[in-house]
């Protein structure tokens, strides 16, 4: 019976990762020259830089809340390199675990709000989302500071072959993040609280303090993710996360995360990586106008959701 | 035939039977009695007939026709019409307008036409003989007997064929019991069918032709009421269990170290200054009318609750700061709400057992698998859970099982002081006896053990020693002779002619 539903969830994953290479196969042959090894290194980097957003992402959408504040903790996140290093490698011993740690102070300050003062996740990230973007536009005056260290440049753009180096660090990541969500203490955790915050308060959890570590965890993620990505487009710009906002909450939802938390794997986040890149791709590629591409993303963001729900719906039965 | 049939009736929630195969049969120019304990089943039964419920299985006839009710809409129109236990007004508008809600009468220009809406309502209180309502005054400002009876009259306005009265008269002034008793009367000579629902035996003797039991949420029986109505028999059909065989030997094993002392414990308005001893190896029960500050006594144990005043867990005063701290300090709470508090009723057994101890099961910086598999295999067979497997989901296992599984939980942890909150609530018999064989067990491990219940008839079977909360505080202590329902019962409400706290007696 259960080795049934755990045959079920595993399948609806590898499900997924088939839409994903499918999906690359079609645009492939439509359109040649999309599966030559340099572009498949772009695309592997751009699910790379989408992976660790979802990635944190994961992580409050598995306690039952969203974190909506990622394009703004992202934009900081490249800013604050290249002003603390000014384009110098060395600096970046210490300027990544500065980066980190603001991501970090950003995320805490989200999941303050929501789980001791109790506002509502959505509410509160989408204020903070403003505030960080108060916060970074004043500061730089919209300019930014310094520039991008080659080191950063050359992990986040660089690779071999079919693969970015920033793809391999991220599959890295992953592990770690995977481990973390289904082998250890503090993981089973995150499943509990998404699954009855009241249950887990009896059962011992210190249900608040976790709820802030998850918004934590998140905005060091953001922060990391948009440092390598100012490497990948060697550039920086005010509301370059926007994108990110959306897409790793999707990403989580096709992954068969469910939005209202305590159910799903981190390895269904990643196969949802890679069908939003691979799509968005396939979208590029078809030719279609920018408005199109956002009907259509919005479309599978909707059915994916859409199934996401339904899927708690019948487990609550 | 009857005119109205619910034949083969059954309703679970989340796996908890709340009604397992119930009849009941009722004819035109009836007032039938719809008997049984708190949980018996009655108003899920109702609840079925007016559409707030859906049964998994049986069907309803309704006057010959067998009738579909997915909703109140459908029930109406059947000509069902419920007056719930619980009122369901709305405080801002007048009673007229809560009386008539959906359906007041609009002028030629489409506004509200009030006249026409009071007239309507002056009508009505005529007919059913009601004159000390005002139908303009705001339907909270009334007192409690008048919302009941502007309940009753919203569905009388509705003229159903089928009249639920659900604990009607519990809410009424007494003369407006005989009111509601003349008019249940009433309506069944015109030819509808009452279904009536009290605990009030008189009422029934009085008002009814007809009762039908439930127990445990099964058919018990209908008996006719007639000079040879045994109330005795009606009582026991209720009830319908031989005490002796169900409840544990007392081997009363009460040590004389003190595991816990409470000194003049307050939280707000619910606890008021309680003090106990709580001696090792002791079963202290719990007793009191429901909402004396007992379930607060035992979460502010459990750190749920801030409190002041002093505890002392085996002689050394305590700060319990919250559930993880409690546990930590080796106190462990069986929650009043099983599928709430006590288990994630999505995840699987293993997962509901190894997570409050989860951290001594991780091995360096990953949970041990193995570790975890003996510690869940270890606690399903001490309490005997049967389950598919440890991974079986919660929600999937009956309610007896679900209790089991909450138990292992908390014995997993090991605690040195047991708080336990009405453990059988909604639990099978076979299961209730090895929940209080388990609790004597634990006595006579040493662990001291603090058991509320809301039935007495437990209180008194499987506890060494009881003490009944009134007002917040510990009215009264009861062991070995004193021990029996009636004085927890006079104690509860106060007719022990003690007042306020006594002292703890020692053992």
Known sequence: MNMK?????????LMTFLVAFLLLGFVSIVKPGYGSAANIKVLSISIAVLGLTALGQTLPILTGGMDLSIPWMFCIGGYLCAALTGGDNGKLLYAVPVVLFVGLLMGAFNGFGI?????????????????????????????????????????????????????????????VAWLLLAKTSYGRKIYAVGNSETCALYSGIRVKLLKLSAYALCGMMAALAGMLYSGKVSQLYLGMGDTYQMASVSAVAIGGVSLVGGSGSYIGTMAGCFVIIILEGLLAAMNFSQGVQKIIYGIVLFLAVMISSRRKGAGNE | MADLELNHISKAFNGNYALSDVTLSCNRGEVHALLGENGAGKSTLLKVLAGAYHPDEGEIKVFGKTAVIKNPTDAMRYGIGCVYQELSFIPDLSVAENIFIGRIPKTKFGNFDYKKLRRMTLELFEKYDVDEIDPDAKAGMISLSQKQIMEILKILSKDPEIVILDEATSALAENRVQWLLRLARKLADAGKIVIFISHRMAEIKDGCDRITILRNGTYAGTLPVDENLDMDEVISMMLGRKMSSYFPEIEDCTREEVALELKNVTYGRALRGVNLKLHKGEVLGIGGLAGQGQAELLKALYGVYPTEGEILLNGKPIRIKSPKDAIQKGIGLVPEERGIQGLFLNLGIDFNISIPSIEKLTSGLLVSRRKEAELVEKYMNVLAVKAAGPQALARELSGGNQQKIVMAKILSCEPELLLMHDITRGVDVGTKKEMFGLVRTLAKEGKPVLFFSTDVEELVNVCDRVIVMRDGKVAASLKLKTLTKENIIGASIGADGKGGDTEDEKA
């Open chain 1, 5 to 13: 539903e755990t045959w079920k969830k595993s399948g609806s994953i």
């Open chain 1, 115 to 175: 789980a001791y003062v109790g506002i509502a996740p959505v509410i509160m990230t989408m204020a903070s989302n403003i505030i960080f973007q108060g916060l970074l536009v004043g500061i730089t005056e919209g300019t930014p500071g310094g520039s991008i260290p080659s080191g950063i440049k050359a992990l986040a753009s660089g690779g071999s072959g079919f693969v970015g180096w920033l793809f391999l660090f991220w599959l890295a990541v992953s592990v």
